[in-house]
């Protein structure tokens, strides 16, 4: 089982080539049912549900209608708030700018609501969070979680994250990006800016998490996986980072494909890599899966 606690939303994306500033630009403007919580669900093809909350108002029924299997999606609807809306400006298939109301998300979806809510999960669950939740919330659900249950955090951005920078402990997988994995790096280390990734090892030993993945763009992937000295439940021990070191595993997609829309590439990115690790793939072949995942999504469109 893999649950979801987080965002659906309706994606607005707007492209084109080349945005002119202080005018009016003729582009290509989609919506579709979307959000970091839900864009995991939907590529999942084992047993999964998602946990969120939507308003009551038009755009709240339209995803309702058009979401995909609906059955395992748990609403709760809240009249005090809007939907949860997306809107990103793509430029030459880059984002230029994104924007997010989450007000639903992260005001509205709160323990209190969902804790009679949520299934009991096992040690081969996967509770999976992301940084549109509420931090007080983030908190609670890890520590619901315990050491029984494999969570997983989704960066989803650098402002984001770093608001849950004191939250991130006691997690099998923390996923995000090389901007985010960056910020990251230098909140540890109080604002010094650092290209290096001497950080991570420690960071993860010290804070409890098994693995971080960080996709790199048309370089692909990185793993990083913790050192030895103990797994996710007994907080590792610093001074053992001798003989456990392990070298991150690098996967480089198998070809590059253009495309003029990249969002939801690491959510898909999450979801392939869970469900391989669900099927009990050893980690380099879930990671070559999940690779291989976002290549087919890329050049069908169904990001």
């Keep these: 089982m893999i649950c979801i606690v987080g965002a659906l939303a309706v994606d607005l994306l707007i492209q084109k080539d080349r945005f002119l500033k202080g005018t009016s630009n003729p582009a290509s403007i989609r919506f579709h049912p979307g959000g970091v ?5 939907s590529h999942l093809e084992c047993p999964k549900m998602l946990f969120t909350a939507l308003g009551t108002d038009g755009f709240g029924k339209w995803l309702i209608e058009n979401m995909t299997q609906p059955q395992w999606v ?13 809107c990103a400006l793509m430029q030459s298939g880059e984002l230029l700018y994104g924007a997010a109301d989450m007000a639903v998300i992260e005001q509205g979806l709160s323990w209190a609501r969902l804790r009679a809510r949520l299934p009991e999960l096992g040690a081969k669950d996967f509770l999976v969070l992301e940084a549109n939740l509420a931090p007080e919330l983030v908190r609670s659900l890890i520590r619901h ?22 939250n ?45 993945l960080v996709t790199r763009g048309r370089r692909g992937v990185r793993l990083y996986q913790r050192e030895s000295g103990g797994g996710v439940g007994d907080g590792g021990d610093p001074g053992n980072r001798g003989a456990g070191a392990r070298r991150p595993i690098d996967m480089a997609p198998g070809r590059l494909i253009e495309t003029a829309d990249t969002t939801g590439a690491g959510d898909t990115l999450v979801s392939a890599y869970l469900e391989a690790l669900d099927r009990e793939a050893d980690t380099a072949a879930a990671l070559r899966r999940a690779v291989q995942c976002v290549e087919r999504s890329i050049e069908e469109g169904t990001l």
């Design 74 to 86: 748990n609403p709760i609807f809240l009249d005090q708030y809007p939907t949860a809306c997306y």
């Design 145 to 166: 979680a315990g050491t029984r249950t494999r969570v997983v955090f989704e960066s989803v951005s650098v402002e984001k994250l770093l608001r849950h920078a004191e």
């Design 168 to 212: 991130l402990r006691n997690l099998y997988l923390l996923s995000g990006n090389e901007a985010e994995a960056r910020a990251l790096g230098e909140w540890l280390a109080a604002g010094r800016a650092s290209r290096s990734d001497g950080w991570v090892q420690e960071f993860l030993v010290q804070r409890n998490i098994e693995q971080l």
């Design 37 to 41: 919580g839900y864009r995991i669900y």
